[in-house]
């Protein structure tokens, strides 16, 4: 009934559509959506510089091509969405005193993605990544836990910035 009552209201109306990450405070963060979204940009980079061999491409190379750069557009746009959210709701005065940097940081990844949106050049996807892991050392310290690097175990098989969580720790 509250359903039939709002559309059609919504009809009349025209209500705003909005999104948002969560406005409840459920203090849930992570960057490791980013981070995974950053090696997914090198990735398609990676594959979309093999193209440059080929002269002639078939329609359906093309048709691949031009899915891998729309991959790549939209996981760089989720390095900035997920970056923004942990920044914005996360990170209060006690974590900017902590990390001074942190303005700068953010501003700096999301023109960093923006470039990797714009290029097909591996160099600013690794650059992302060694921004967003910088990014993921800075998050787990405000939470007191440790970090360490490893290699994905994936392609691009990049270096990731863990969180160490030790399950026999109390």
């Not at 960057?31 to 398609?44: D, E, F, N, W």
């Amino acid at each position: 009934m509250i359903h039939k009552i709002i559309k059609f209201l919504d009809n009349r109306v025209s209500f705003e559509e909005v999104s948002a990450h969560c406005d409840i405070p459920c203090k849930i963060y992570d960057p490791s959506p980013a981070q995974l979204a950053a090696l997914t940009v090198i990735r398609m980079l990676d594959l979309i510089n093999e193209f440059e061999q080929s002269k002639n491409l078939s329609i359906e190379e093309i048709s691949q091509l031009s899915r891998l750069v729309a991959q790549k557009e939209e996981h760089a746009q989720k390095v900035k969405e997920e970056v923004t959210v942990i920044w914005g709701d996360y990170f209060k005065q006690p974590q900017f005193e902590q990390f001074t940097n942190t303005h700068k940081l953010v501003h700096s990844i999301m023109l960093q993605a923006s470039r990797c949106k714009q290029s097909t050049d591996k160099s600013n996807g690794i650059a992302l990544l060694k921004q967003v892991n910088q990014f993921a050392i800075d998050f787990w310290t405000t939470k007191n836990i440790d970090t360490f690097v490893a290699t994905s175990p994936y392609p691009p098989a990049e270096p990731v910035v863990y969180p160490w969580l030790n399950p026999h720790s109390s």
